[in-house]
């Protein structure tokens, strides 16, 4: 060994002193001039059977073996995907306890995905990429792509909502920018993972039309447009296989049609099987439970499926080293792409620019639902006494919610924002009004104030009720936190009703003050009986580091709001399909080892229902208010007919008709007059969100493809475009459509 790390070093040393030499002596692996399957050749003609063994799976937490002989570093990763998430101990996961692993919070990508802008993803895999090169992390585990199928999934903050087309759109930059900076994306959960009860024995049974037009897009374009270098297995199963090892998903799907090179990694804990994992499509294996009992012992990753079993396979000659080749050849394209790069920078951690970017995301994203009277954004001519009620004011959101938690250096919660910026102009006052679990989860405190707080709920509540009388506007901060059963990792929610008795509490505050203002923080839809009753409604999300800060701007009218609902907003849990028809969970088969989940809806995924159903629901996907007004006119397409090699585009002037600057999000769905399947009424298809000064006008053109009009054919196992008529839709929400037009596919 030491004789080896000599040999190579002492050459390297002179060549640093001759360029002539270097070029001529450089093994080709270090030299970033050769083509990367060069130096992928070489470096794989160089390892060890022992060492292509290494690379292929964890060595620790986050992190997987370069090869020491070569100078091929560690590899590191890290959750992802709101941040850099803080380190754990080499093999725990207890936090390290570092004091360097603090970071900026960006806003969750619910919140992302409302912004309806890819050039928020755009910064904010910019933004990521360069805490994550700071903190010396080669892969981000994220961004999460799953679909919003049920209000009940318990990690839908983490996702992009519920259409497949925006969820692309958003994804692609987010990755292209991470990329950039020579730090992975890991594109997860792939794929059909969509709640998280049973997660790890659940068999999705979906029509391969629901499966290539709703849950495959988004992974489709990370691959394809984005080209992700890591990709996720998910711990759910689909055809009886887990899809961590799965030969249709990754060896046929993934591997074979999208032409993928970069690495399957599993999900922690993912795998399950040596051959299916050496066979079907798994690169890296990460975070298996080996002693048999499920907690950690030492050298256990020795016994991961790929390592020693793995060897033993193929040592005994029951399978041959071209799978093993295949996958280090995939894991060394990482590498060279990642810690390898000699371009990758040094990144920067915490900067000014860094939480500019958390808090223009977070204020693009904010959606403003319901206001009425235009009781928003808060006047202090109108507004003297000011009652803020609600835990979630004071709660601190960022520590906890799975395994997308983060130790962020500074988190402002709603209350303090709002006391420094309206405290001067009006008298603030607060209620707590109820009481959340106190669960304390990983090393930080969900409260830097308020944390004692013991008094019994009715208590709160006539607290709140006795200075809800004297206030002029009653702010509400409620919704969600990160607690078991609400919107965490590792479980679902169990009602769609707020918890803690917040419909109550706001049912007797509406009694008191007309003046309501609701503002809901969390990554999913509740139901709200008393919807009516409040003045203005605000889905608040999850927003990282600067949360209260961008809530307050929005609510004291600093910025106009001009995010859109990623998903419908039903009113009752039977509206959504996946309720209405029983499909969700599934169903325990007798052994009790596997729980067979049935996507009875197909293609009739969020807004496709309402439509399909006419279901009406509280708020629709793409629903967003602002304080100005906006008209959109003059609609015209570029042509009444295009062939399959064209494109159609479509123009039309935006108008603000109000007085304040704001942004409008022009949505364009297709529907399809006639058509020999089944199809949704209308798809979203293209979307561009602009920018306007007060009675400015823009005319703006939206370009789409045949595949804009095509939907998955299984008979051919390909995407068809029909030729016949069709009509473009646009409007500012799937319930606002103001103009049509119509043309054919010859
Ligand atoms: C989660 C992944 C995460 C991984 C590592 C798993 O439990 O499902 O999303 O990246 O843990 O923390």
Sequence with gaps: ???????????????????????????????????????????????????????????????????????????????????????????????????????????????????????????????????????????????????????????????????????????????????????????????????????????????????????????????????????????????????????????????????YDGVVVSDWGGAHNTEQAAKYGLDMEFGTHTDGLSVDAPNAYDKYYLANPYRDLIVSGKMTDKELNDKVRRVLRLFFRTSMNRHRGFGSLCSEAHYATAEQIAEEGIVLLKNEDHILPLRPSHVKRLLIVGENALRLMTPSGGSSKLKAQREIYPLQAMRRRLGSEMQIDFARGYLGVMEKRGETEAFLEGKDEKRPAAQLVSEAVDKARKADVVVIF??????????????????????????????????VNPNVVFVNISGNSSAMPWAKKVKAIIQGWYLGSQAGEALTRVIAGDVNPSGKLPYTWYAQLNDYPAHALHAYPGVKTQDGKQVNEEYKEGIYVGYRWADAHKVKPLFAFGHGLSYTTFRLS?????????TAADSITFSLDVTNTGKQAGAEVVQLYIHDVKSSVDRPYKELKSFRKVYLQPRETRRISLTIGRDALSYYDPTIQDWKAEPGKFEALIGTASDEISSRVAFTLK
């Excluded at 990763?77 to 306890?97: I, K």
């Excluded at 409302?114 to 961004?143: Q, S, V, W």
């Excluded at 409620?478 to 419909?503: A, I, V």
């Excluded at 003059?634 to 295009?642: E, R, S, Y």
């Design 478 to 511: 409620g919704g969600l936190n990160k607690n078991k059963h609400q919107d965490t990792e590792g479980s679902d929610r169990e009602s769609y009703s707020l918890p803690y008795g917040q419909d109550s509490l706001v049912n007797e505050l509406v009694k």
């Design 634 to 642: 003059k609609l015209q397409a570029d042509k009444t007919a295009l």
């Design 1 to 259: 060994m030491i004789k080896h790390t000599h040999s190579l070093l002492l050459p390297l040393a002179l060549l640093v002193c001759t360029p002539q030499a270097h070029a001529q002596r450089l093994p080709a692996y270090l030299d970033d001039t050769q083509p990367l399957e060069t130096r992928v050749e070489d470096a794989l003609s160089r390892m060890t059977f022992a060492e292509k063994i290494a690379v292929i799976h964890a060595q620790g937490k986050f992190t997987s073996p370069g090869v020491k002989r070569l100078g091929i570093p560690d590899f590191w990763c890290d959750d992802g995907p709101h941040g850099v998430r803080a380190d754990v101990l080499y093999d725990s996961w207890t936090q390290a306890g570092n004091t360097n692993d603090s970071v900026v919070a960006f806003p969750a990508l619910t919140c992302l995905a409302a912004t309806f802008n890819p050039h928020m993803a755009a910064i904010y895999g910019h933004a990521l990429g360069e805490e994550a090169l700071y903190r010396g992390k080669h892969m981000m585990l994220g961004p999460g792509v799953n679909i919003y199928r049920t209000p009940l999934g318990g990690r839908n903050f983490e996702y992009m909502g519920e259409d497949p087309y925006l969820a692309s759109r958003i994804a692609v930059p987010y990755i292209q920018q991470l990329q950039a900076l020579g730090v992975s994306a890991c594109v997860k959960h792939f794929v059909l993972n969509d709640n998280e009860a049973d997660r790890h024995t659940t068999n999705v049974i979906v029509s391969d039309r629901a499966l290539h037009e709703i849950y495959l897009p988004a992974f489709k374009a990370a691959v394809c447009e984005a080209h992700t270098w890591g990709l996720m297995g998910a711990y759910n199963l689909y055809r009886g296989y887990h899809n961590c090892h799965n030969p249709y998903l990754l060896t046929d799907l993934l591997k074979g049609q999208w032409h």
